[in-house]
């Protein structure tokens, strides 16, 4: 695979950094479909689980940053534009960061795939009912159900834009994000008991499979819900994240 980087100062003086992996050899003729994989750690992921031997079948377009880390914010959709710069984000994705990967290669503007982890499956989720149309379709990982007073539950309760019905969104979560994992279950007594209290409030097993099933109502067929075996919340994107992603790229590649 090749790569290209950008180094991007943003209005708000955030300063991101992109790469670009796109497959070597000519791209069908509506170019490669593209995976936008929101942080390192999982643009990382992704390429690792790349096979040795096999080519990559699309692009994939890393998001992340230089230095200070904003994804607290860039995620998160402030109250009354109070605080999260979700919308900011959006915009940027919009008019810089895919501008530019498609300038860099042949890319088909209508083959795109948004993955996010945590946070950043919230901000998929919010893109999904804000702007629609900017991928076809979503990998969300173990999305922050708990945050902004289950924000999430009330966004997808709603009704749906017309053009987010027909967007496929895959939901996972990790096996142990609300319950306790082996290595958690070895704590003392009292850091025990207060990680139990956490995952039981933050109710990430239960939220994520009931986001699944709300959109599942809005856009008719099965809930696309998976649990992550074995993982807790760190681990399931790094797992859940490569699947969705290459699962998608050899399914629309090539057309």
Do not use: K
Request: aromatic share 8%; proline share 9%; hydrophobic share 40%.
């Amino acid at each position: 695979m090749q790569l290209e980087h950008l180094d991007y100062l943003s209005p708000l003086g955030r300063h991101y950094r992109l790469t670009l992996a796109v497959p070597l050899g000519s791209a069908p003729e509506s170019g490669w479909p593209l995976a936008c994989v929101l942080d390192q750690t999982q643009f990382q992921a992704v390429l690792a689980a790349v096979p040795g031997a096999a080519p990559l079948c699309g692009a994939v377009l890393g998001v992340d940053y230089v230095q200070e880390n904003w994804r607290d914010q860039d995620y998160t959709p402030g109250p009354e534009g109070e605080a999260g710069r979700a919308d900011d984000f959006r915009v940027l994705l919009r008019d810089v960061f895919l501008p530019w990967a498609h300038g860099r290669a042949q890319l088909d503007p209508q083959r795109r795939l948004l993955c996010g982890h945590s946070l950043a499956g919230l901000f998929a989720l919010h893109a999904l009912v804000h702007e629609p149309g900017l991928f076809q379709a979503m990998a969300v990982s173990s999305p922050s159900v708990w945050w902004g007073d289950a924000y999430l539950a009330r966004l997808l309760a709603q009704p749906l834009p017309p053009a987010a019905l027909t967007v496929p969104v895959s939901i996972t979560v990790g096996e142990y994000e609300q319950r306790l994992g082996p290595a958690e279950e070895a704590l003392p007594e009292p850091a025990r008991e207060q990680r139990r209290q956490r995952l039981l409030e933050r109710r990430m097993v239960d939220g994520a499979r009931e986001l699944a099933q709300e959109l599942a109502q809005h856009q008719g067929g099965e809930p696309r819900f998976r649990m992550i075996p074995g993982c807790n919340h760190s681990q399931s994107g790094w797992v859940a994240l490569p699947q969705g992603c290459l699962e998608w790229l050899a399914d629309v590649w090539p057309r």
